[in-house]
């Protein structure tokens, strides 16, 4: 078990911030599903595996849909298991034959194109299957190949690397001298909104808080109380909120960008001072301009970072 795997830590946040939106402390919850005060402690802190059914009582008990939450335990579950380190290759493949603009090419040849460089591709490894069966073989001595042999296998290597060059106008864009943008990748689960979509809505929720799609932006902020804020922005959805912990209840922050609504959240409880607690989305803003600020409950004053 790799409890301190960025996906077993992104598991365990995700949880704390789900049981926080319940209000319940971990007696109750332990009351209300199949799982004890202790199982829950261990879970919420990263000290244990999840079961898949724990989170799913979870997000029922705190009547949110368990998409997201189940999609971080999926990464978590493969580092648990090993799956993952298992699944990594061991060491790093073969440099390509050709050069990239040349295999992208390849990879996009027309019909006609790939046929021809399908059918020097046979033949080299026609040459190459009988080299292998000769070396160590009756025909040759112990460990070598005859030499006109591997001039056969580099003749026909040869063939393959030509027909892939050729290749490779065919799919340049006109005039442009470079190969045409191939599809970005679909994400999976896919984002629920993007820029203004996003304005009000949660980050967790809209799957904008998913490892990879999230960072925070410039250093974490220590208030003169004690509270740790800061802003998290995701590209993915281009869109911006605050996060604040080790508060006390009653302190709130807010956050604001230029032209767009600004957002706050309020520590309501003790169950939220001992998780993260987030701002609804700031959509459409750009890492610029952007501000937020501190509230504390004490009415001290507001203390505000610019980013």
Known sequence: MTA??????????????????TGLSLVALAERTAYSKSSWERYLNGKKPVPRQAVEALCATA??????LLALWELADAEWSGRARHSRPAVPPPPAPVSPPEAT??????????????????????????????VGGVTGAPGRARPWRLLTVGVNAAAVAAVAVAAAPSVLGPGAGHPTSLASPVLDPAPGCRGKTCEGKDPGSMSCALPGRVESLGPQRRTRTGAGVEIRYSDVCAAAWGRIWHAKVGDAIEVSAP??????????????TGAYRFTM????????????????????GRECFDY
């Open 4 to 21: 301190s795997a960025p996906e077993c830590v992104a598991l365990a946040e995700g949880l704390r911030e789900v049981r926080a939106r």
């Open 63 to 68: 009547g949110e849909p368990a998409g997201r």
């Open 105 to 134: 090419a390849g990879a996009v040849a027309t019909a006609a194109t790939a046929g021809a460089v399908a059918t020097a591709a046979n033949a080299a490894t026609a040459a190459t299957v009988v080299t292998a069966g000769d």
């Open 259 to 272: 032209g767009a609504r600004s957002r706050r959240v309020a520590v309501r409880n003790t169950a939220d």
């Open 281 to 300: 989305m700031v959509g459409g803003a750009d890492r610029t301009g952007l501000r937020l600020c501190f509230i504390p409950a004490d009415g001290t």
